[in-house]
Structure formats: C-alpha cells, structure tokens
C-alpha cells in the first residue's frame, strides 16, 4: 500500500507578530504577543480589532495611528502610518507614548 504511515504535513505559514505593549494586555487576555494577518498596518489593526475587540480605538483616531503611538517593525520606526508595509515574518512593536513633563 503506497504512502501508508505517511502523515500529511500542512505547510508552515509566516505570519507577521505583534508585540502588545503592558498597558494594552488586558484587551489581550494577558497576551503579549498575537500572531495577526495582513499586508499593512492597517490590516494589522483590523486583525487586532477582530480579534480583541476595543483594542483598535487605543491605536487608531481619524483612521490612522494617534498621534500618542509611534511603532517599530522589524526595528525600523516606522512613518508610513497605517500604509507602512508588513512582510509575513514581521515583529511589529505598538509602542504608547508616556506621558509626564
């Protein structure tokens, strides 16, 4: 009998992480890191949105990032706002400004 005992293996598929900073983990369940979909930042934030409900009105206003948070990706800064291009293996750090003066 060919292929017997052979187990079908699913190929591994990359997806993009984000690193959820302390202050937004209790939208997360206590996550510190959600593997999410998309190609942008924007869907990104929409996958976080569908996944943690509440979570996209912490990072977005007016339909791009507050102006309170900046994000790295892959250790870049990024300045492309909700444009700014994720790859499939990214590490995308949300990172809140803390306030104090």
Known sequence: MRGAGLKRVRPFVLMP??????LL??????????TV?????GQVVADLERQF??????LIEDDD????????????MGTAGVLEAV???????FIPAIGGG
């Open 65 to 76: 990032l507050k102006p309170s948070v900046a994000v790295s990706i892959d250790g870049e």
């Open 17 to 22: 992480t984000v690193v959820i900073p302390a």
């Open 53 to 58: 409900p509440g979570l996209r009105e912490h």
């Open 87 to 93: 790859r499939e293996d990214s590490e995308i750090f």
């Open 25 to 34: 983990r209790k939208l997360t369940n206590g996550q510190d890191r959600v």
């Open 37 to 41: 979909s998309g190609r942008n930042l």
